[in-house]
């Protein structure tokens, strides 16, 4: 029987599994990913609930007693939470700040300013790719899609012209970029650096947003021709600021952690050299907590300060900015508790043994299952958190730039056709007054494309770094 301890996961580690160990461990697996599956789909239970019960199954499944599995379900919760819950929470607050100063419409609205015609898609890559830094998926589609069909509207431009860049710019961030919560958990289990995470994570993004934003759009308007729906289209806020932080500012808040995380990777290369005061200098100012925090206190004033808000103002944005992302949060610990489930079980040292036996690269076997659990589940961010779990013991001999890509190869996957059973994929249907076939020939399609650019970018640099 699989027994979830360190002590068996360190004989595993010494000795490979016996072919039936691989069996049971293989079903368990199997049944484990079903019953969070069907929980999720079936029985509609939110995901935190259905990950949390899955785990347990899948120890069960594996023949643990029923402590040991408990034990490593809540040991993985609470370092994920440890390792990512503060960054998430400090993301939030920035991309609350960010909403409430009128900071966010003043990038878009500039932005638009000077774009027109041809160049309107491009604009909208530009504008959701800047926005898309700090804020979640969901927030970030509520907060531009409006924007979306007002430009629609009032420019006469088609919505899937302008509209699809616009998702695709979120959705490449939210999938590829720190400090979203996937590529944070995918970092966190393969043990990849951040600063060449997102360094390459940039270098992939940019291509893919280009083909899967401007240039798809360009077919998702011809086989998709729909006006702008009147009741989408929301008017402005009673509450709304008197007056906006300026553009310079804003775009520096929002990419000072994005600058000060590159910044730490580049000067590990160059200095090299742990004892330098410099490189210690940067390690620290480079952190991700450190990164995301001085932007939230420099956000305080150049956002918050410049849009005229009170003291009471701003700690109650902050306050409003932390209560939505509990379910995240929750959704995201119980995924670290079920990847600490499959590694204890023994799962990681399973997968390693078949990988050996097998041509496919690891690229492409860590893409595969994310794309495996992204079909299944419907959740981007499950299916990186489960990825990542399975596919971590491959990360253990490979290089720093590998890990980052290995990281970028689950973030692809876990983007791969959403479809009914994705949140995204509703929000997007209903925003866009789609029906569902519509709604698959745009963003399920977009999505795909997403998914396959970044892979392919992934495994390229994997052959030429």
């Known amino acids: ?62 023949g643990a007693p029923l402590d040991k599995a408990i034990s490593s379900f809540s040991s993985g919760l609470g370092s994920t939470v440890a390792g990512v819950g503060v960054l998430i929470a400090l993301g939030a607050i920035l991309g609350k700040l960010l909403a409430d100063s009128g900071g966010a419409d003043r990038i878009v609205d500039t ?90 994570g940039l270098l992939v993004a940019v291509p893919t947003v280009v083909v899967a934003g401007p240039v798809f759009s360009r077919y998702a308007a011809r ?14 806020s009673a509450d709304e600021p008197e007056r906006r932080p300026g553009f310079g500012a804003t775009v520096a808040t929002v990419l000072l952690p994005v600058v000060l995380m590159l910044a730490k990777a580049l000067v590990d290369i160059v200095v090299d050299d742990p004892g330098s005061t410099v490189q210690r200098t940067f390690d620290v100012v480079g952190s991700p907590l450190v990164a995301l925090l001085a932007a939230v206190v420099v956000a305080f004033l150049t956002l918050g300060r410049a849009a005229g808000f009170t003291r009471a103002r701003i700690s109650a944005t902050v306050e409003k900015s932390l209560a939505p992302i509990a ?93 009914v059973n994705d949140a995204g994929f509703w929000l997007v249907k209903e925003y866009f007054g789609l029906d569902i076939g519509q709604t698959v020939k745009t963003w399920s399609i977009m999505e795909t494309v997403i998914s396959v650019v970044g892979g392919a970018l992934v495994l390229l640099l994997s052959l030429v770094l």
């Open 223 to 236: 086989w998709v021709d729909v006006p702008a729906p009147e009741r989408m289209i929301p008017q402005r």
């Open 327 to 419: 379910g995240v949060l929750l959704v995201v610990g119980a995924g670290g508790g079920f990847k600490q489930t499959l590694i204890d079980a023994g799962v990681g040292r399973m997968i390693l043994d078949f990988s050996e036996n097998w041509s496919i690269p690891a690229m492409l076997l860590a893409w595969l299952i994310a794309v495996a659990i992204r079909l299944a589940t419907g959740s981007a961010t499950v299916a990186t958190i489960s990825a990542a779990g399975l596919v971590a013991p491959l990360a253990a001999d490979m290089s720093t730039t590998h890990a980052a890509l290995l990281v970028l190869a689950i973030g692809a996957g876990s983007l791969f056709f959403s479809h």
């Open 111 to 200: 932005i638009l300013e000077k774009a027109g015609g041809r160049s309107m898609p491009w604009a909208m890559v530009l504008i959701a790719s800047v926005i898309g830094l700090p804020l979640f998926f969901e927030v970030g589609i509520v907060l531009l899609i409006p924007v979306v069909l007002m430009v629609a509207q009032r420019g006469g431009y088609s919505l899937m012209r302008i509209g699809i860049p616009a998702l695709a710019g979120l959705s490449v961030m939210h999938g590829l970029i720190p400090p979203h919560p996937g590529p944070l958990v995918a970092i966190d289990a393969l043990g990849a650096d951040l600063g060449v995470t997102l360094a390459l």
């Open 1 to 62: 029987m699989t027994r979830l301890s360190a002590e068996v996961l360190a004989a595993d580690a010494a000795e490979p599994i016996t072919s039936a160990g691989h069996t049971q461990l293989g079903i368990a697996v199997l049944a484990g990913i079903a019953v969070i599956v069907l929980l999720i789909t079936r029985f509609k239970l939110h995901a935190f609930l259905a990950l949390t019960i899955g785990s347990l199954a899948l120890g069960a499944f594996a």
